[in-house]
């Protein structure tokens, strides 16, 4: 589909205060080095499209601003409130498609798969759970529904709103870090001493 405008909202939790499940392995400096560097391979897996990060934290917008993205400051709404004024906000700045990409994606590469379409693209998690990455047309007014079973609520809400649906399965989209079991990749490697 030429000529639609694509965008790309990433809610950031403050880094400091990021993967608390991950405190039985990780060190609080191991934790918040990982959430910096996972949120950075997110915004850069944008490429050239427009980026905002959707926070509450003054040192996540700092470093978003520092990596070349817009903020949008969304105090007490939640992720769900957090992520759906980021989607309207790409829509007043003329976006007709908006790709919402959570920042703990450690092998996010490229997000340009989703940018074309006219209904709802999913990449659930690698668990057929969660909602690793979303694109919705930007003026279609979707729920966002995030927590367990996201994947399920996303699929029967666009469903309910008429809009098609896709679901892509992206190995690396769909690999995200909640919990330390998350940390132990395919064939015995550690996702912290790939990434040292």
Request: glycine letters at 10%; hydrophobic letters at 45%; aromatic letters at 6%.
């Amino acid at each position: 589909m030429t000529g639609v405008q694509a965008a790309v909202v990433v809610p950031v939790k403050a880094f400091r205060s990021a993967k608390r499940r991950l405190a039985t392995v990780l060190s609080p400096d191991e934790r918040e080095d990982l959430a910096r560097f996972m949120a950075a391979r997110v915004v850069a897996a944008a490429g050239d499209a427009p980026v905002t990060v959707v926070c509450d934290d003054e040192d996540v917008r700092s470093w978003a601003t520092e990596a070349g993205a817009r903020t949008l400051w969304t105090p007490g709404l939640g992720l769900d409130g957090a992520v759906t004024a980021g989607v309207a906000d790409a829509a007043d700045r003329g976006a007709d498609r908006v790709v919402v990409a959570h920042a703990d994606l450690p092998f996010a590469r490229d997000l340009s798969t989703l940018f074309c379409g006219d209904g709802v693209s999913i990449v659930p998690d690698r668990h057929g759970d969660g909602t690793n990455v979303i694109a919705v047309p930007s003026r279609a007014g979707f729920r966002f529904s995030y927590g367990p079973g996201s994947f399920g609520r996303h699929v029967a809400t666009a469903n309910d709103q008429g809009l098609a649906v896709e679901i892509l399965s992206d190995p690396d989209l769909g690999w995200d870090v909640d919990i330390p079991s998350d940390l132990d990749l395919p064939g015995g490697l550690d996702l912290m001493s790939v990434l040292r």
